[in-house]
């Protein structure tokens, strides 16, 4: 067993290994070896995954992995009934979005290097779940990092791709910073950073204040590679990298990452009220915010970033007022359905060429039927109708929010899902039904349904998109998924919890969404109200919502323009030029007045560094003599 | 009398002293003006000019000079305590004079002792 | 009077190391009078030999206790041992980046391998003694083969700037260290740091504050050496102007050495002031990295930017002395260590990268190279994320230890600002690796270094960075092992 836990990660090492090695021989097997260690990853994964629900908990330490003194980070697995679901969604997703992309990337001049990428992140994001410290999720969090920044920046060569490389990894780096101060806390107050070392004490060890500090830290790391406000901005850009790594990377498995690190802290977070309301506030306001900039889009791959970000807002939702388990539950479902959703834009796109705008779509279910019939179940499934994954997660997380008392994100949540309905059915009428806008173009284009080989895995998922939440559905009493995470991550207890009538709380929930399915359809397939009326009607509000707020420009002027003044006019023109040289200039003075005193002692021109030196004999020999004085 | 007074007595009269036999010296000495006398002093060697370039030799025998020089000097105190030393005084000398004498050999082979 | 009683054949066991050093320099010196022109790489060869065998020697001599030698001026301990075997990695790998850069530049003379082999063993000195003559003598001797070869590249103007600069300012340092030793000894009586040390546990409120005044005075010498603000100055000329390879056994070997004699002069000599001397590297280490790392944003060069990035490594590594516990010290050891793969990795793929004259590394030229050369792109992306602290590498678990020892001694806000610091370091790094990957493959003309050593060397460096970023214990449970005060 131990071997076998061993397994599930080192199988996408060795495909990584032969594909980055030997790339120039495997070339077009590539994706073949690739796809297949993911597979064998998984078939490994299935037997412990199936033993974990039978109750048992797996933590191998495989070798001391960094010594400290009086105690030591091991190399250890844990699977445990988080890590597993996880651990389910990682590795299946993930084959899937493998097998897709033979097809997708096919020709690509960079088919080998993609395939090192894609299986190097796999490694990393199964080290990330399956580490048993918060120093190797740490690694697989740096290392997830370090590969959605080279598959961002796949496609070199388009300027805007290797930039939105760069953005994504300095933004992270930003929350990478809070992570690590976060876990050298852990580090101080426990002398440990292993799980099984933290969690059982953190009631001896904390107090509130110390939790909160830690989980706010940690937090930010979160929030960077989750894509919450305000470190968002990269997320929208990562869109530039090839469609399937959005999908595997951007939508279903590594920015799920920070709700799984916050669902596996769930002991502190327990503890810090504060930190908890941040991280649901937070949630919250990006789960809107999102929504509200995916109403105006044109572009499908933003359109479907933006509700990306507004999906995770809902799992950060859902751990921040304590209903982990429904935290993670969505994150299950919507890897299902996003990545789904990605899979068919990228469907799309590989027939359109790249294109990507609605305003050249329209009409594709003609051409596209399977892809159009999987759009529409994702879709439901995002929208939140019943019987489809996404209803059940999304209630779960509502009504969580409502009985953990918080009302008004309740109220956000429900506003936010009536806007999802609306922006993916609009989506979903604009590109697949209606007319064809551009006459002539699918013609010329050659427009056609994707092979097989990329229309099988999305009729996996698409599958999964429906059953996948009714794991979610009362059973004999209790919730499977429920009961199953609380195992690892127990619902928040809280004194005076609400009690409201389910089936009214789901109803409701329906509704929302069948209301904006509705507001949709009558807007784009009846053009009852025409969407460029509205546009007009509320003109400031559309052009603020269409240039994403300004956030982007908001950032370049108030935080990198700065940054740059910073450097260049107080450290190069201040500091060096006139405080230095102004420096240099009068102590040259006040030696010559010396010299002039002592001329026998001055021997000549002394270099400009040695005053950097002198200056710093004076301060420090100063600041000295003040201090005891 | 304090032994402050003492102190400040012997300084006024020293520097009384001194500043005498500067200025006797100045009104009492004869002075006459002579080439020889204000010209550069070179160890005997006629003066050609006053900017005059030294070749580099110069200073490589002046370098290897100091070297060995040094090291003789540094025989001295040894073969004083030569006895107490013993067996590990010789080693250290014979290190000490190998480190040497390799220095000797790279010097003259690299011809710092050749003239020209 | 018996000297027998104060020494005896075992102080020169205790300093083997150096001793065979100084034998193979002795011998490149003679060897290379006799060599022909044509075949001056076998001095190469020879201090490569010299280099390996002392370190054999060191790592046979690694935990045999702490031994005293000549009357308690040299001290063989384990942590000095470690730092032996940190210049010798250098300097074998320094060697392998020469023997082809040295026949392309022209200055292929057997001076240039004694010269590293002496100064290598001024710094092993440097590393195992806590006697502060002791130290002024070998930072002087180190220092003067560090000046010659800065200069060595004659025909470049650059390179005899440098080695004027450095030569003038290291001189102008030594006299502050010399100052700061004599006043030492005037108030205690000792150029001993135990005797110090225990003198100034028991002295009087005014000897205790001239002390800290001399050991101020002696502290600016040592972070000339490691290069802490504001006594860094030297650095990015040094290293832009020194032939590239002896840049990149500067910026690690006397570093190494320097750090040690450091932490020997605080922790051990300075413990009675332990209070002011922490809060004094506290702000020198938060200025020098700051200091490092927003000027490095600014540069062109990738010489010059492993210049600037060197001083902020100095100051990561003061943090770690800053924390003032066994955990900082032996942080600081691993850093070095790793340091030296990433570092002498970076040196290598800009003397990769270099034309004739040692000219042509601009940061610009990077660019493609990772389609051209993969593996050496792959081996730059790694040090490039090594020196930014991006697990899984070396580079990572270094900095880590030394920000959760300031933790541990609770400097948060030395730690935060380290952390920060890293984040902006990313920053200039990651520029490296963006025009490496990101900026097209078109442009193919690339003059390069051609040479075997040298791409095994890269080699060496990328898979000593993932190797002990990956398996730290064995190098870290040594190198805390290794501290012994």
């Known amino acids: 067993m131990k071997t076998l836990v061993l397994l599930i990660i080192i199988w996408p090492l060795i495909g990584f290994l032969i594909n980055g090695l030997f790339g120039k021989w495997t070339k077009n097997y590539a994706g073949i070896i690739a796809a297949s260690a993911l597979g064998l990853s998984f078939l490994s994964a299935v037997y412990p995954i199936w033993q974990v629900i039978l109750g048992n908990i797996y933590d191998y330490v495989y070798f001391t992995w960094m010594p400290l003194g009086k105690f030591s980070v091991p190399f250890g697995l844990r699977i445990d009934s988080l890590s597993a679901v996880m651990l389910f969604v990682v590795t299946f997703v993930s084959w899937m979005i ?34 048993d410290s ?37 933004v992270n780096r930003i929350g990478d910073a809070g992570f690590i101060i976060g876990v050298l806390f852990i580090l101080f107050n426990f002398h440990s950073v292993t799980y099984a070392d933290v969690f059982p004490f953190v009631h001896q060890v904390l107090t509130p204040e110390t939790a909160t500090i830690i989980g706010l830290a940690l937090f930010l790391g979160a929030m960077g590679k989750s894509a919450q406000f305000p470190l968002y901005i990269w997320l929208t850009d990562a869109m530039e990298g090839p469609t399937p790594v959005s999908s595997l990377i951007h939508a279903a498995t590594m920015v799920t990452a920070g709700v799984y690190m916050v669902a596996r802290s769930n ?3 327990d503890m810090s009220p504060i930190a908890m309301e941040v991280v649901a506030s937070v949630g919250a306001f990006t789960a809107f ?26 799992m950060f939702i859902g751990v921040g007022v304590g209903v982990y388990w429904a935290g993670i539950f969505h994150l299950m479902t919507h890897a299902f359905f996003k990545g789904l959703l990605f899979l068919g834009a990228g469907a799309v796109m590989h027939s359109m060429r790249g294109l990507l705008s609605t305003d050249l779509m329209g009409g594709l279910k003609k051409k596209m039927p399977q892809t159009a019939i999987l759009m529409v179940i994702a879709s439901l499934a995002i929208a939140g109708i019943p019987p489809f994954a996404g209803f059940f997660s999304k209630d779960a997380i509502l009504a969580g929010a409502l009985e953990m008392g918080h009302p008004i994100i309740w109220i956000v949540g429900e506003v936010t899902a009536f806007m999802t309905a609306f922006y993916m059915f609009r989506f979903v009428f604009t590109v697949f039904y209606g007319e064809e806008k551009v006459p002539n173009l699918y013609h010329e284009l050659h427009v056609h349904e994707a092979p097989k080989v990329m229309t099988i895995p999305m009729w996996v998922l698409g599958v999964l998109s429906i059953i996948g939440g009714w794991v979610g559905l009362h059973v004999s009493g209790e919730i499977p998924i429920e009961a199953f995470i609380a195992r690892t991550a127990p619902t928040l207890e809280v004194a005076n919890e609400a009690h409201y009538s389910e089936a009214f709380l789901m109803g409701f929930s329906a509704c929302v969404g069948l209301l904006g399915i509705f507001t949709a359809w009558v807007i784009y397939i009846k053009k009852w109200i025409t969407a460029e009326s509205i546009a007009n009607t509320f003109k400031p509000i559309y052009t603020l919502l269409a240039n994403t707020y300004y956030v982007d420009e908001f950032v370049y002027f108030f935080i990198v323009k700065p940054f740059w003044w910073v450097s260049e006019f107080f450290l190069w023109k201040i500091v060096d030029v006139k405080i230095i040289d102004g420096g240099v200039d009068l102590f040259g003075w006040i030696s010559k007045r010396i010299g002039w005193l002592f001329r026998t002692l001055q021997t000549g021109f002394v270099s400009h560094y040695a005053y950097w030196i002198s200056i710093g004999v004076m301060l420090l020999t100063g600041w000295y003599l003040v201090r005891i004085i | 009398m304090a032994n402050w007074f003492i102190a400040f007595i012997a300084l006024v009269l020293l520097f009384v002293i001194f500043a005498g036999m500067v200025i006797a010296a100045k009104y009492l000495a004869p002075r006459e003006y002579d080439k020889e006398k204000y010209d550069l002093y070179e160890c005997g060697v006629p003066m050609v000019s006053e900017f005059r370039y030294f070749n580099i030799r110069f200073y490589i025998i002046a370098i290897m000079f100091t070297l060995f020089d040094i090291e003789a000097i540094f025989m001295y105190p040894w073969a004083v305590y030569f006895e107490e030393l013993g067996i590990l005084g010789v080693i250290e000398m014979g290190l000490f004079i190998i480190m040497v004498f390799v220095g000797w050999i790279y010097a003259y082979k690299k011809g710092a002792l050749v003239w020209e | 009077m018996n000297f027998l009683a104060y020494y005896s054949i075992n102080d020169l066991i205790a300093i083997a190391p150096q001793l ?63 730092i032996d075997l940190v210049i010798i990695i250098a300097g074998i790998l320094a060697i392998a980046m020469s023997v082809n850069f040295v026949d392309r530049e022209d200055i292929n003379i057997g001076e240039y391998y004694s010269i590293i082999l002496f100064s290598s063993v001024a710094m092993m000195f440097f590393a195992s003694t806590y006697n502060l003559i002791v130290m002024f003598i070998s930072v002087e001797t180190l220092s003067i083969g560090m000046y010659i070869l800065t200069g060595f590249l004659k025909n470049k103007s650059e ?5 004027m600069k450095y030569f003038i300012l ?11 030793i004599g006043i030492m000894y005037g ?12 003198s100034l546990t028991k002295a009087a409120a005014i000897y205790k504050a001239l002390g800290i005044l001399a050991f101020m005075l002696i502290f600016i010498a040592f972070g000339f050496k490691i290069a802490a603000f504001p006594f860094h100055a030297w650095t990015p000329d040094v290293y832009a102007g020194a032939p590239t390879p002896m840049s990149a056994f500067m910026s690690v070997a006397p570093k190494a050495a320097a750090i040690l004699a450091l932490m020997r002069l605080l922790v051990v000599g300075m413990h009675p002031i332990q209070i002011e001397w922490t809060q004094m590297l506290w702000i020198i280490a938060a200025v020098t990295m700051t200091f490092g790392n927003t000027v490095a944003l600014w540069q062109k060069d990738l010489k010059r930017l492993l210049g600037y990035s060197s001083i902020s490594h100095a100051g990561y590594m003061l943090v770690g002395i800053t924390a003032a516990n066994s955990l900082g010290y032996g942080a600081v050891l691993f850093y070095l260590f790793g340091y030296l793969f990433m570092n002498l990795g970076a040196f290598s793929v800009a003397e990769f990268i270099s034309k004739k004259g040692d000219t042509n590394t601009e940061i610009a030229n990077l660019k493609g190279i990772a389609y051209k050369y993969p593996l050496i792109g792959a081996a730059m992306l790694i040090f490039m994320f090594s020196l930014a602290g991006v697990p899984p590498t070396v580079g990572f678990i270094g900095k880590y230890y030394l920000f959760s020892a300031a933790v541990q001694s609770h400097l948060y806000w030395l730690a935060i600002i380290g952390v920060i610091n890293s984040a902006i370091s990313a920053y200039f790094y990651l520029n490296v690796v963006v025009t490496m990957y990101m900026k097209g493959d078109t442009e193919g003309e690339f003059s390069i270094l051609n040479s075997g050593l040298l791409k095994t060397t890269i080699l060496i460096g990328a898979v000593g960075t993932i190797i002990f970023g990956i398996f730290p214990s064995y190098i870290l449970s040594i190198a805390l092992h290794s501290i012994a005060f």
């Open chain 1, 98 to 131: 493998h097998i897709y992309s033979n097809g997708y990337m096919k020709g690509d001049p960079g088919y080998a290097r993609y395939f090192t990428y894609l299986n190097l992140f796999v490694f990393s994001m199964l080290l990330l779940i399956l580490g």
């Open chain 1, 134 to 170: 918060y120093l190797l999720m740490f690694v697989g969090w740096e290392g997830v990092g370090l590969c959605s920044y080279l598959l961002i920046g796949f496609w070199y060569d388009k300027k805007t791709a290797s930039d939105a490389g760069e953005k994504a990894f300095v």
């Open chain 1, 267 to 269: 002991a502190i977070y």
């Open chain 1, 289 to 314: 915010y999102a929504a509200t900039m995916a109403l105006t889009h044109k572009d499908i791959k933003r359109i479907l970033a933006y509700s990306t970000l507004s999906q995770l807002g809902y």
């Open chain 3, 20 to 82: 065979i050093l100084t034998i193979f320099g002795f011998i490149v010196t003679l060897v290379d009078l006799w060599l022909p022109k044509t075949e001056k790489s076998a001095n190469a060869f020879i201090a490569l030999m010299g280099f390996i065998l002392a370190g054999i020697v060191s790592v046979m001599m690694f935990d045999s206790g702490t031994t005293s030698a000549f009357v308690g001026m040299i001290v063989t301990d384990n942590a000095s041992l470690f």
């Open chain 3, 159 to 163: 390179s005899i700037e440098a080695a």
């Open chain 3, 170 to 180: 290291g001189s102008f340092a030594s006299g502050f260290l010399v100052l700061g």
């Open chain 3, 187 to 198: 108030l205690f009586g000792s150029v001993d740091l135990n005797v110090i040390s225990a």
